[in-house]
């Protein structure tokens, strides 16, 4: 391999280890990292039409969309063992490591062997707002992977926990100081209603939030309670008349 730390998607050393990594097939695995020193620290450049630009370490292929890979915990060991970075950043439109990508896809398994081998729970670089792996699990809905981070030692934000529920880390950050601006309020109100959270909401509210905030995904706390069937929430939005999108646009007059 001329640099055998950029490949591209179409090289066959690529397309082998690509396909040892997807299919959880270990022993080719090891047999293409013995035979290419260097091959775990290599990152794969995509060259197909329809992918974005960007390049992936071989973890990140291990933790790519929709992650869960057969023998994930294994391959990772594996590609640790032979030297692959476990905080490596994706090279692209973000920055995010394949620990972010393992939270995105709610695989818990692929977390704990991550974090066994070294990643850094804290890793900023998100595609939610910079943040860590917790935040890109808690704006996609992925619980069973936020609170195994959370078990594992992960420090959740305001907005985090508010999402996932946290009312005494809610309250502690409310009792505060400085306290958390509305802009801030608002923003964990709307995570508590995509978790549907209605103790943490109803704390929110009474905090001064915005209970028709649009927010992510042009969704206001009543749209995306309903999107997540978080029907408890649904009710208690629609008895203090929570409005969707469509209709706060309509009512200002846009």
Excluded: Y
């Excluded at 969309?65 to 060991?77: D, K, L, M, N, Q």
Aim: aromatic residues 4%; charged residues 25%.
């Amino acid at each position: 391999m001329p640099n055998p730390r950029t490949l591209s998607s179409r090289d066959p050393v690529a397309v082998a280890v690509t396909e040892a990594i997807v299919t959880g097939d270990l022993d080719a695995l090891r047999g293409l990292l013995a035979g290419h020193p260097g091959l775990a620290g290599a990152r794969v450049v995509e060259d197909r039409e329809g992918c974005g630009p960007g390049g992936r370490s071989l973890l990140h292929l291990a933790t790519d969309w929709p992650g869960h890979r057969p023998r994930g915990p294994e391959t990772v060991a594996v590609l640790v063992q032979a030297g692959a970075d476990p905080d490596a950043r994706f090279a692209g439109a973000h920055r995010e490591t394949p620990l972010h990508w393992a939270a995105s896809n709610d695989d818990v398994p692929t977390i704990d062997a991550l974090v066994a081998a070294g990643a850094d729970i804290e890793a900023d670089g998100g595609v939610i707002a910079g943040g860590t792996p917790l935040a890109d699990a808690r704006a996609f809905g992925q619980w069973r992977a936020a609170r195994r981070l959370l078990e594992l030692g992960a420090r959740p934000t305001f907005q985090d926990a508010a999402t996932l529920g946290l009312l005494d880390r809610v309250e502690a950050r409310l009792a505060s100081g400085p306290a958390p601006s509305t802009e801030e309020i608002t923003q964990a109100f709307w995570g508590a209603c995509q978790g549907g959270r209605l103790a943490v909401a109803a704390r929110l509210l009474e905090s001064g939030a915005d209970i028709d905030r649009i927010g992510w995904d042009d969704l206001t706390p009543l749209d995306i309670a309903r999107a997540v069937k978080a029907d408890e929430v649904v009710g208690w939005l629609t008895e203090r008349g929570a409005r969707t999108a469509a209709e706060r646009r309509a009512a200002d007059g846009g």
